[in-house]
């Protein structure tokens, strides 16, 4: 029952900036976005979540549309082990606050 | 940030015997755990809810008596799979919340043969 849309798949060039985008319009006014990465055969890792503002951490940065409808992960200088999916997740409030992954965006960073 | 471990990584076991696998939040405390299963190539599914202290709530399609969920502490849930079959192969990973968020095992493989 996830409610973002991703694109399927992503090229990004080592050491530039990565911008995965995300779609969540039926986002409601106390949802979180979270973004998480699963690298193969290992459990999702947290890299940031946030509400309305724009986020930052040692990882990456989180910018959301004024809207709220989309937002956007910067991976700022990407390298070979940020290859993995990456997934945006919005859980619920109304249920329960379930984390619900859908399809996400493979990111492959090209040497 | 929050740790959460997953025992074991990964079991093979025989066709009709039960499987438990273990779900531990390690510096926090978790009213809520989540199981999920990832099959090759596949998103992670939600099976479960469980609260602690409480019965577990499973997502449509999931069989509760096939997938035994126990939530018996604030850091502790368990995922039996009973009488498992070699469709029941794949990849189980649990989720724990905090307040805020939620944070996921390592994973389990497991495979019946």
């Known amino acids: 029952d996830a409610k973002t849309t991703q694109p399927t798949s992503m090229d990004c060039a080592e050491g530039r900036a990565a911008n995965l985008p995300c779609n969540h319009s039926?986002?409601?006014?106390?949802?979180?976005v979270y973004w998480y990465r699963q690298i193969h055969s290992q459990g999702p890792q947290y890299i940031i979540h946030g509400l309305k503002n724009n986020e930052t951490n040692e990882m990456a940065s989180l910018i959301i549309t004024e809207d709220r409808k989309s937002s956007t992960l910067i991976l700022p200088h990407a390298t070979l082990r940020d290859t993995a999916v990456y997934y945006c997740i919005v859980p619920p409030t109304y249920t329960g606050n379930q984390f619900y992954f859908g399809t996400g965006t493979s990111l492959t960073v090209i040497p | 940030g929050a740790v959460v471990s997953q025992h074991p990584s990964w079991v093979i076991c025989k066709s009709g015997t039960s499987v438990k696998i273990e779900c531990r939040s390690l510096d926090f405390q978790a009213t809520t755990m989540f199981w999920y299963r990832q099959f090759p190539k596949q998103s992670l599914m939600l099976m479960a809810t469980?609260?602690?202290?409480?019965?577990?709530?499973?997502e449509q399609g999931v069989e509760k008596d096939k997938f035994l969920i126990n939530h018996a502490s604030l850091t502790l849930s368990t995922l039996t799979v009973t009488s498992a079959h070699p469709e029941d192969s794949s990849f189980y990973i649990c989720?724990?919340?905090?307040?805020?968020?939620?944070?996921f095992g390592q994973g389990t493989r497991l495979t019946v043969v």
């Open positions: 989720s724990a919340r905090p307040e805020l968020g939620a944070f």
């Open positions: 469980s609260n602690e202290g409480s019965k577990a709530t499973y």
């Open positions: 039926t986002i409601s006014g106390n949802e979180y």
